[in-house]
């Protein structure tokens, strides 16, 4: 079969126009980037066609490295909902070039189930990410600045800031670095360090604002630091929000792109759900519900990550209503949930499937909490036994769960029939089924150990010094009463990452927490967690080239 790039080459592509008349959109209504991309309008939201429409959130059991096909599966339920004769927009996030040269290829879906022009989606695009980087990094030289200079200093004490510079790379010699040697003139020497662009706060802000002026008034409201004296000091106090807001006035707008098979697409903002919020703009999910009958969204990795900061997080401060959940789970990670190896996943081997459906259990149950009945979307791969699918679709049945075989990414959108059918079924049964995890005003540490028990399956949580002295400085801001935004492995419902399927009786270990109070949330950072991530020995990058004619290989 053909490679993901060779397939996403070779399909007929539609001009976007085409595309936006599905939505009931004319030519005049897009912002166009070339003939197959388009910004899109805010004025184009419309909350009371938005009210009326159905949001299914895809979510996932504890993934292995390569990723199970969440993107994938979203895509092609898109897909399958439209061969039925509904009006489905799928609406995701923008890939990063972290791990599109790193070691999980691209976010484009696979298959035929993709959204493209694929390479553009997976490396510019239409400069989202770019814009992001450079608002966030103009916060960080207006502070070296403000230090620097004599007219309008604060008096920001350079030990105190906790604002780091961002990349769209995983570059892990950035993580630590001192900047302003070289003399008086080039600065004052300190340290700090990078984060990836995913891991920004200016992109959670770009995913949770609503409009310009909510934009500038979040900008305004990230934290810096403290002054010698001990005043906090914001965004805002050194006059950075306005000049940010003007580089992000594009990319606040979502774009719109299609599938293989001509079905809309809007993707837009790009946070990882391991190290941020992990769900696509609260503004490209509006326009979705507002263009369409349907609305298909995802969330990065796992339900104790992705899903869990979309409900608590992106739902409460859009006051979006999803209708029903879909997880997608594989033969290949149960098994390996199970404690088979990698290279012999390939293998049938039904004892180590029962034992890694205890991870699906976990999963199942995390959505149990907010008051859903998912639907198990099986991605099936061409290596996955007859037996092995019996065999998970007879234990779905058995503990009551629905669930549908999905060949999307051999088959396209008619191979997510089965799946949209249980979908549109699970949908219209939940018009009001939302129950919140935890209360925003309960304190610090009850919201991080309720996500850590409930979510995770721990025992109880424990704080470093480090930790503790950033919560109650929290706290001493006024500023208990954000949302939770833990950063944690995805490797395992834990927070080390070498523990599979359900672990039990374990502790979650915060080493710091970070504030981020123009998104809203608070960043306690479990385990070993890094912000910016590190290339893996081979990275994609190598196998990625171009032609003389421009054609571009190696992306997947």
């Not at 959130?57 to 969440?70: D, F, Q």
């Not at 523990?499 to 710091?512: A, E, G, L, Q």
Request: aromatic content about 6%; hydrophobic content about 40%; glycine content about 10%.
């Amino acid at each position: 079969m053909k490679t993901d790039i060779e397939i996403a080459q070779s399909a007929s592509i539609r001009p976007v126009a085409e595309v936006a008349e599905q939505l009931g959109l004319k030519e005049d209504d897009l912002e166009l980037y070339g003939k197959y991309k388009a910004k899109l309008p805010l004025t184009l939201i419309d909350k009371k066609k938005a009210a009326r429409a159905k949001l299914i959130l895809v979510t996932a059991i504890t993934p292995t490295p390569s990723g199970e096909g969440k993107t994938t599966t979203s895509i092609g339920l898109a897909q399958g909902l439209n061969r039925l004769g509904k009006r489905a927009t799928v609406v995701l996030r923008e890939p990063s070039l972290g791990p599109v040269f790193g070691i999980k290829g691209g976010a484009a879906g696979g298959g035929y189930s993709q959204v493209i022009p694929m390479e553009d989606i997976n490396l510019h695009f239409t400069g989202d990410l770019s814009a992001v980087e450079k608002a966030h990094n103009l916060l960080s030289a207006m502070i070296d600045n403000n230090i620097q200079s004599k007219e309008g200093n604060l008096g920001i004490d350079p030990r105190t800031i906790a604002w780091k510079r961002v990349m769209d790379m995983n570059d892990r010699a950035l993580r630590d670095v001192v900047i302003g040697l070289g003399g008086t003139a080039q600065g004052v020497p300190r340290e700090t360090g990078f984060d990836i662009t995913a891991a920004s706060e200016v992109m959670a802000i770009l995913c949770l604002a609503t409009s310009i002026s909510d934009l500038k008034e979040r900008l305004g409201n990230i934290f810096i630091g403290y002054t010698y004296a001990g005043k906090p000091v914001f965004a805002r106090d050194i006059s950075a929000q306005g000049a940010m807001a003007a580089l992000l006035k594009d990319a606040l707008k979502p774009n719109l792109v299609q599938t293989l098979e001509g079905t809309p697409a809007i993707i837009h903002g790009g946070p990882f759900a391991n190290i941020a919020q992990g769900t696509n703009s609260i503004l490209a999910t509006r326009m979705g519900l507002s263009l369409s009958d349907y609305v298909i969204t995802e969330a990065g990795f796992g339900s104790d990550l992705g899903a869990e900061k979309f409900f608590n997080i992106k739902s409460q401060a859009g006051k979006l209503r999803t209708n029903a959940v879909v997880i997608v789970a594989t033969i290949r990670a149960l098994k390996y949930h199970g404690g088979v190896r990698v290279p012999e996943l390939v293998n049938e081997n039904l004892e180590a499937l029962k034992r890694g459906c205890e991870n699906l259990d976990k999963h199942v149950e995390n959505m149990h909490y907010y008051g859903f009945r998912p639907v198990v979307a099986i991605n099936r791969f061409s290596s996955d036994t007859d037996a092995e699918i019996e065999l998970l679709k007879e234990y779905c049945e058995e503990h009551n769960v629905t669930a549908a075989v999905n060949t999307s990414w051999a088959d396209g959108g008619m191979g997510a029939i089965e799946l949209a059918n249980a979908v549109i079924k699970a949908s219209e049964a939940c018009t009001d089924c939302f129950t919140p995890l935890y209360d925003h005003a309960w304190p610090m540490e009850k919201k991080i150990e309720t996500i850590a028990t409930l979510m995770y399956g721990a025992r109880n949580v424990e704080y470093t010094l480090e930790a503790k002295e950033q919560l109650k400085k929290i706290s001493g801001l006024g500023l208990d009463k954000l949302a939770v935004c833990i950063a944690k492995t995805q490797k395992s419902l834990s927070d080390d990452q070498t523990r599979r399927n359900r672990p039990r009786d374990f502790t979650v270990s915060i080493r710091k927490v970070e504030l981020s109070s123009g998104a809203g949330f608070i960043v306690p950072i479990a385990g070993s967690i890094m912000r910016m991530p590190g290339l893996p020995a081979v990275p994609s990058a190598e196998k990625i080239d171009i032609d003389d004619n421009g054609l571009i290989s190696g992306l997947f």
